[in-house]
């Protein structure tokens, strides 16, 4: 009897282990003298900002990130997406913007080019363009190849946009109201079709499966959009700091907490989230970007780190 259940004791254990986290984490490099506000990730290299400055990074050797080239703005910087490793799509309030290059490669065959739209937020879905204006609502915009824009539509609500996530057939954005669907079946006329929870201070939001998980202050909740009429909150989690960022990946929710680290929550089950892991990187953690098996943390003036998690 005692066997048995030492034998019972010993599988819990290792369930609960397994449970608990089965990736290794290991910082990589540094990088410093920059201000990384914000980070992004798309084909080996990375993107980060401050309000008035790009700056672009190789990271095929991910121990020793290469600067390729530096792009300052005139204007204050809102947001920035890449398109297809060689375009840069930049939203600001200004419509022009001057480009300073780095040679840090010691030579010039590598071109960037970068398209202003005025806004606050942008995401990009294929060969459409999606741009959140704080009083505007939300333009969506065909840009082809990248040389060429047209606008299709232009969402307007009567609250600001204030973060959202496009994936056709539905846009899922948070205005100050709280948590809206947008339905863009047609893009040339987009319809709002749920605008029901009362979330006045959510910021950030990220969508993963029939899921949106959405950061207010100091919590996450877990919203089921299986019915896009109809979302349905699932649960909520508190946390000690503000967040400041959110990622999904793998079933894995990343959560910046400034000073408070990065939390590593298990969203297998999203109505049971468990958290699997925190680290601290050297300084606050503001941003936070994926990409492969590495992770990217933006700390400011600190700079940036990557993080090898596998």
């Known amino acids: 009897m005692k066997r048995l259940i030492l034998i019972?004791?010993?599988?819990?254990?290792?369930?609960?282990?397994k449970a608990v986290e089965n990736r290794f984490l290991y910082p990589l490099g540094h990088v410093k003298g920059v201000e990384a506000n914000h980070i992004q990730v798309a084909d080996s290299q990375v993107l980060t900002h401050n309000l008035n400055q790009l700056w672009v990074y190789s990271t095929f050797n991910a121990?020793?990130?290469?600067l390729e080239a530096s792009y300052l703005s005139e204007y204050r910087i809102e947001d920035v997406n890449f398109q297809t490793g060689n375009r840069i799509y930049l939203s600001s309030?200004?419509?022009?913007?001057?480009?300073?290059?780095?040679?840090?490669?010691?030579?010039?065959?590598?071109?960037?080019?970068?398209?202003?739209?005025?806004?606050?937020?942008?995401?990009?879905?294929?060969?459409?363009?999606?741009?959140?204006?704080?009083?505007?609502?939300i333009d969506i915009i065909d840009v082809g190849g990248g040389v060429s824009t047209e606008l299709m539509s232009n969402f307007s609500e009567k609250w600001g946009?204030?973060?959202?996530?496009?994936?056709?057939?539905?846009?899922?954005?948070?205005?100050?109201?709280?948590?809206?669907?947008?339905?863009?079946?047609?893009?040339n006329f987009p319809l709002s079709i749920a605008t029901n929870y009362q979330i006045p201070n959510a910021t950030k939001l990220v969508k993963y499966g029939e899921y949106v998980y959405v950061a207010a202050g100091k919590e996450i909740l877990v919203l089921s959009v299986r019915d896009p009429d109809s979302p349905v909150l699932v649960t909520q989690m508190p946390f000690f700091n503000v967040i400041q960022a959110l990622a999904v990946k793998d079933n894995r929710l990343?959560?910046?907490?400034?000073?408070?680290?990065?939390?590593?929550?298990?969203?297998?089950?999203?109505?049971?989230i468990s958290d699997i892991n925190t680290f601290y990187p050297p300084a606050a953690a503001i941003g936070i970007a994926l990409g492969?098996?590495?992770?990217?943390?933006?700390?400011?003036?600190?700079g940036w780190m990557i993080y090898e998690y596998r």
């Not at 019972?8 to 282990?17: R, S």
Request: proline share 3%; no cysteine; hydrophobic share 45%.
């Open 93 to 137: 309030h200004e419509p022009a913007n001057s480009v300073s290059i780095i040679d840090s490669l010691n030579m010039y065959g590598r071109i960037y080019f970068i398209d202003t739209v005025i806004g606050d937020n942008i995401t990009r879905e294929g060969s459409t363009l999606y741009v959140a204006d704080r009083y505007r609502g």
């Open 161 to 187: 946009i204030k973060d959202f996530v496009a994936q056709y057939p539905y846009i899922y954005a948070l205005n100050d109201f709280g948590f809206v669907t947008v339905d863009i079946s047609n893009q």
């Open 292 to 302: 492969n098996d590495y992770i990217y943390i933006a700390m400011g003036k600190d």
């Open 8 to 17: 019972i004791l010993i599988a819990l254990f290792m369930i609960g282990a």
């Open 63 to 66: 121990w020793q990130p290469r």
């Open 254 to 272: 990343f959560v910046a907490l400034g000073q408070g680290g990065v939390k590593i929550l298990d969203i297998s089950v999203p109505n049971r």
